[in-house]
């Protein structure tokens, strides 16, 4: 035995949910984020996007890092929004899904 008590004999341990979790982890860079100019981010994800558009292979691996993001954005904002916004995120996720999906696997 290593000595160390089980987890659960510490009173001050709390177990706190998946979504809490990633809140306090990702605090700081979305606080730093939204100290950055609003155009910056924007002109990032067009970037990533143009990107992904013109390069023939590997160009559904930026197309997926703008639909990681928008992923994260959607799930991190979901309890804040209302059923419209709800639906006009979601549409934005599959449609950039669907973009990196159509990149990863061309038809010809």
Do not use: I
């Amino acid at each position: 035995m290593s000595g160390r008590l089980p987890r659960s004999d510490y009173p001050w341990v709390v177990s706190m949910p998946f979504r809490s979790r990633l809140e306090h982890r990702t605090h700081r860079a979305l606080d730093r984020l939204n100290r950055v100019p609003r155009p910056v981010p924007f002109a990032a994800v067009l970037l990533l996007l143009t990107l992904g558009v013109f390069l023939p292979k590997l160009g559904f691996l930026a197309t997926g890092l703008v639909a990681l993001f928008v992923g994260f954005l959607v799930y991190y904002t979901w309890p804040r929004l209302t059923t419209p916004e709800k639906f006009m995120r979601l549409a934005v996720l599959v449609l950039v899904v669907a973009l990196m999906l159509l990149q990863a696997f061309p038809r010809t």
